[in-house]
């Protein structure tokens, strides 16, 4: 039997407390031994926070009756013994149902009323606010009462059309798009805007968040789903009913919303066990699961490998009997095994790239300062050797030296305070133009050119024109960063010929990168700029909703970008900061070593020992060190290679022309909330 998605997740979630472990034990050496400074154990704690709560999401897309909910069941929680989520024939699932775990909120499930459409808040901002949701407590020593609650979320309302096309479930320019009235004029729509599921399941617990959504409407009406949940999701399944093939709408929402290049994609063609056929052999009916998937790829545009033909029930109930030949008929398994290798590796290699990059840097920190504490240790030692058999005035000179030399050095913070000053101005002048403040009115210039017409035509223009600003702005940012490295070369080079310092710049910081990540979020949403969506965009609530959003992705990749350039020169002010106390340090001991021989015969051989332990100890340390650092490499080792992950597995890996992942989307601590984080 092949491994599932369940136990490779598990096996990912093992990894990564095992790499938290071996950066824990690499922090506490540097902590214990006084040798980590702000900006290391400021990464050292994002790095430890992303390992511990990075989520995974998993978003499933399909329309109404194609056995969406089982299979979420089928894949993640067959262990539970019996459905967890709502599947049954018709409309289940009536509003998106995100199911994840966190451990300060109640157990329990969330709902957000459908009436909060009408309001200018994202769903971002309705989580920091409690009060607006209705909260069910869910037993989970009670099967029947969590089936009971979670079925809230099928929960509908009706309304006149005037409402419904407010909410965003009635056009009038497209009645064939609309839902079916009732006698009365009525039209039925969903009573929650969106639900969460607090849960304490352990692939939950792992990071897991299952994005449940529930068909076109809701996906072409949510601008926080199309613009915000979706693209964010590192893997998405798109889900088709083997009995229907691609419908209209179907075919609908993969155009509008998945067919992008941005998403890790998955077609599962469910329910082929409605292809069976009394009165055709085995190999018949296969040979219709063959033609149904080349027309499903054809239409879809994609090759017929990347067409997964599954029965969700079927492996539910195989799981639930634990009968492997049933299972086994289902194709799940095959299906899961694309899934798990198309995706976990490449979120491993993920983290251990950032991790990699952090305990190198620590260990090319340390190793410099472990350099600058020997020599000045061979120094000392050279001096107190040249003592033996010397006078007591010839330690009074040496006294007197050393306290020239020390007023000598410290000459040295002037030039040490003009550089800091001129490195926070140049810093400042480069954070800037990539505050928030900064961000919000280049948005707001978009957002007057829609909100100038009804229908904003210049509207696509003008997006991309705010892109091409926003690019501009980090290019400047990494030009200006340059010069900040140039700047710190030389005058790191003049301190370390006048005044004995070994400073070296770290080498050049690219922020460049994070333009993939502008390309990404431009490509998401240009297709809600041109004429299709024209009267959508001139409601001033879309619109607003849509401005919101737009700031929110966007400000979480300027956000990384300002983190990443701020930690760069955090760590060469910290070299600075290190060196000029290791030197006073030194200074100190010197004077008092001598004073202390000046007085006593025997304190020479005692200090001379004293000195060459220390320096044994800073070989022990680098020693240490390096143990630390190779059992870190070592856990962190790719998986494989970039591209393979994807290729293997047989689809869509969402990569560019040049084989990567989109960088801040790649490694960001991809919360549901705006407040996404990068060490």
């Not at 330690?395 to 926070?424: D, I, K, N, P």
């Not at 957002?447 to 501009?472: I, Y």
Request: charge should be negative.
């Amino acid at each position: 039997m092949m491994p599932s998605f369940v136990s490779q997740l598990d096996a990912l979630g093992q990894w990564r407390a095992e790499t938290d472990a071996r950066l824990a034990s690499l922090a506490r050496f540097a902590r214990e031994h006084d040798l980590l400074d702000d900006a290391s154990a400021e990464w050292f704690e994002a790095m430890r926070q992303r390992l511990a709560g990075e989520k995974l999401m998993v978003a499933f897309v399909a329309e109404f009756s194609r056995g969406k909910s089982e299979l979420i069941n089928a894949i993640f929680f067959s262990d539970k013994g019996r459905r967890i989520m709502p599947a049954s024939a018709g409309r289940t699932t009536m509003c998106p149902v995100e199911l994840g775990y966190e451990a300060d909120e109640p157990v329990g499930l969330s709902l957000l009323p459908i009436e909060t459409r009408l309001e200018a808040l994202s769903l971002s901002e309705y989580r920091m606010q409690p009060g607006t949701w209705h909260r069910f407590e869910l037993d989970l020593n009670n099967p029947d009462q969590m089936a009971e609650v979670l079925g809230e979320v099928m929960r509908t309302r009706w309304v006149d059309t005037e409402m419904a096309a407010r909410l965003g479930f009635w056009d009038a320019e497209h009645p064939e798009d609309n839902p079916p009235q009732r006698d009365d004029g009525l039209v039925e729509v969903p009573a929650w805007r969106h639900a969460r599921i607090n849960l304490p399941h352990p692939l939950l617990k792992r990071g897991l968040v299952v994005l449940d959504t529930p068909g076109l409407n809701a996906i072409g009406t949510e601008p926080e789903l199309t613009l915000g949940l979706l693209p964010q999701a590192h893997a998405t399944v798109f889900i088709l009913g083997a009995d229907t093939g691609v419908t209209k709408s179907d075919l609908a929402i993969w155009r509008d919303h998945l067919s992008g290049p941005a998403l890790a994609r998955f077609v599962a063609l469910n329910k082929i066990d409605a292809l069976a056929d009394p009165l055709s052999s085995p190999d018949e009916v296969q040979a219709v699961i063959r033609r149904q998937c080349e027309s499903v790829a054809q239409t879809l545009e994609i090759p017929p490998a990347h067409v997964f033909p599954i029965s969700a029930r079927q492996a539910l109930a195989a799981r639930l009997q634990g009968d492997a030949d049933a299972l086994s008929g289902s194709r799940l398994e095959a299906f899961e095994q694309a899934l798990s290798e198309g995706l976990l590796p490449r979120r491993r290699d993920n983290l251990a790239q950032s991790a990699r990059e952090g305990a190198q840097r620590l260990q090319h920190q340390l190793s410099r300062r472990f350099g600058e504490m020997r020599r000045l240790y061979a120094d000392q030692l050279l001096e107190l050797r040249g003592l033996k058999g010397k006078s007591a005035g010839k330690v009074q000179l040496m006294l007197q030296r050393v306290q020239a030399e020390a007023g000598e050095f410290e000459q040295c913070t002037a030039r040490l305070q003009a550089m800091r000053s001129v490195h926070a101005r140049m810093l400042r002048h480069v954070l800037h133009d990539l505050s928030a403040d900064r961000l919000r009115q280049e948005v707001d210039q978009l957002h007057q050119v829609l909100g100038g017409s009804w229908l904003p035509l210049g509207a696509k223009k003008a997006f991309l024109e705010l892109c091409e600003r926003l690019r501009m702005l980090i290019e400047q940012a990494q030009q200006r960063n340059e010069e900040i490295h140039a700047m710190l070369v030389a005058s790191f080079a003049k301190l370390n010929a006048e005044f004995g310092f070994s400073l070296v710049a770290d080498a050049q910081l690219d922020v460049r990168k994070y333009t993939e990540d502008l390309e990404l979020i431009e490509r998401n949403y240009v297709q809600y700029l041109g004429l299709s969506q024209a009267f959508r965009l001139a409601q001033p609530g879309f619109q607003e909703q849509f401005r919101r959003m737009l700031v929110s992705r966007l400000r979480v990749v300027f956000e990384t970008v300002s983190n990443d350039i701020e930690l760069w020169n955090k760590t060469a002010s910290a070299q600075v900061d290190s060196q000029l106390r290791e030197r006073r340090r030194n200074f100190k001991r010197r004077y008092e070593s001598l004073d202390r021989i000046q007085s006593a015969s025997t304190e020479l051989d005692n200090r001379l020992q004293e000195v060459q332990a220390l320096d044994e100890r800073v070989l022990q340390l680098q020693t240490r060190l390096a143990q630390l650092v190779d059992e870190v490499m070592a856990q962190v080792q790719p998986v494989l290679p970039m591209a393979e992950a994807g290729d293997e597995a047989g689809f869509e890996t969402g990569l560019d022309d040049g084989g990567t992942v989109p960088a801040a989307l790649a490694s960001l601590s991809l919360s549901l909330d705006d407040d996404v984080r990068r060490p």
